[in-house]
């Protein structure tokens, strides 16, 4: 049996979303089974960015996002997620296969994700994650908004612990090559939530996230039988 892992971390409930159509996706592959866990939030509620918002921000730029609205949202969907097992360093050593998600924070990673895979920087030293098959999926606010440039960066840790990336080719995902605005890009999976996170991924974005953990899981199988690395 081969494992794909699907890590994630959402504070709005766009990426745990995503996550469920990756994880269908990569289930589709006969003799792969997927395991689906959570980057837990920050205990220090005084660094927990999402929740420190209050009305005062409800004016100049702020009056688009809906900021105290969104405090109940996070509220609720962290709710919703608390029986997602939590991601340990063990669900990475067992996996065959990794597919990252987690919201672009000014162009880049939340903390609570560099949090979680500095801990990950272990296998640096024991190789225990090289070779294994990656791929990444994000959601961004607004469609220039650093979709591309949180995969593209985010990248950069997977390739120091050794891992292959996968990527979104153009001609199995032809939904992205649109004039509207689709997230998704050869880089991996993305969806738009929006300003004020009232946009919900669509149906193109789901389909092409179900193609990507499909893709992973065929590599993941394939390594898995063939150890390239072995
Ligand atoms: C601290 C913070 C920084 C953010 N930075 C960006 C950004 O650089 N670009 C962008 O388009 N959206 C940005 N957003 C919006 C998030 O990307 C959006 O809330 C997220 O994609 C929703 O995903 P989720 O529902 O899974 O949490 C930011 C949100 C927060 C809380």
């Given at each position: 049996?081969?494992?794909v892992?699907v890590?994630y971390y959402?504070?709005f409930g766009?990426i745990?979303t995503v996550?469920e159509?990756?994880a269908?996706?990569?289930e589709?592959?006969?003799?792969?089974?997927?395991?689906?866990?959570r980057?837990p939030e920050?205990?220090?509620?005084?660094?927990?960015?999402v929740?420190?918002r209050?009305?005062n921000?409800?004016k100049?730029?702020g009056?688009?996002?809906?900021?105290?609205?969104?405090?109940e949202?996070?509220e609720?969907?962290q709710q919703e997620?608390v029986?997602i097992?939590?991601?340990?360093?063990?669900?990475?050593?067992e996996?065959?296969?990794i597919?990252w998600?987690?919201?672009t924070?000014l162009?880049s990673m939340p903390a609570?994700?560099?949090?979680f895979?500095?801990?990950a920087g272990?296998?640096?030293?024991?190789?225990?994650?090289?070779g294994?098959?990656?791929?990444?999926f994000?959601s961004a606010?607004s469609i220039?908004?650093?979709?591309e440039?949180?995969?593209?960066t985010?990248?950069v840790?997977?390739?120091?612990?050794?891992?292959?990336?996968?990527?979104l080719?153009?001609t199995?995902n032809?939904?992205y090559?649109?004039d509207k605005?689709?997230g998704c890009?050869?880089?991996?999976?993305?969806t738009l939530?929006g300003?004020?996170?009232?946009?919900t991924p669509?149906?193109?974005e789901?389909?092409?996230a179900?193609?990507?953990?499909?893709?992973?899981a065929?590599?993941a199988k394939?390594?898995t039988?063939?150890k390239?690395?072995?």
């Amino acid at each position: 049996m081969t494992t794909v892992l699907v890590v994630y971390y959402s504070a709005f409930g766009h990426i745990a979303t995503v996550s469920e159509a990756i994880a269908d996706g990569a289930e589709k592959i006969e003799g792969v089974a997927v395991k689906r866990v959570r980057i837990p939030e920050f205990n220090d509620a005084s660094i927990r960015v999402v929740n420190q918002r209050n009305q005062n921000e409800e004016k100049g730029l702020g009056q688009h996002f809906k900021l105290t609205k969104r405090v109940e949202d996070y509220e609720r969907v962290q709710q919703e997620q608390v029986n997602i097992p939590v991601a340990t360093m063990d669900d990475l050593r067992e996996a065959d296969g990794i597919i990252w998600g987690f919201p672009t924070y000014l162009g880049s990673m939340p903390a609570q994700v560099k949090s979680f895979l500095d801990q990950a920087g272990q296998f640096c030293t024991t190789g225990e994650l090289e070779g294994k098959p990656t791929a990444l999926f994000t959601s961004a606010g607004s469609i220039h908004g650093g979709h591309e440039a949180t995969i593209l960066t985010s990248l950069v840790p997977l390739l120091h612990l050794g891992m292959i990336f996968i990527g979104l080719p153009y001609t199995q995902n032809p939904e992205y090559l649109t004039d509207k605005a689709v997230g998704c890009s050869p880089y991996g999976v993305s969806t738009l939530a929006g300003p004020d996170g009232s946009r919900t991924p669509c149906q193109d974005e789901l389909r092409m996230a179900g193609r990507l953990g499909e893709r992973v899981a065929r590599v993941a199988k394939a390594f898995t039988v063939a150890k390239p690395f072995e």
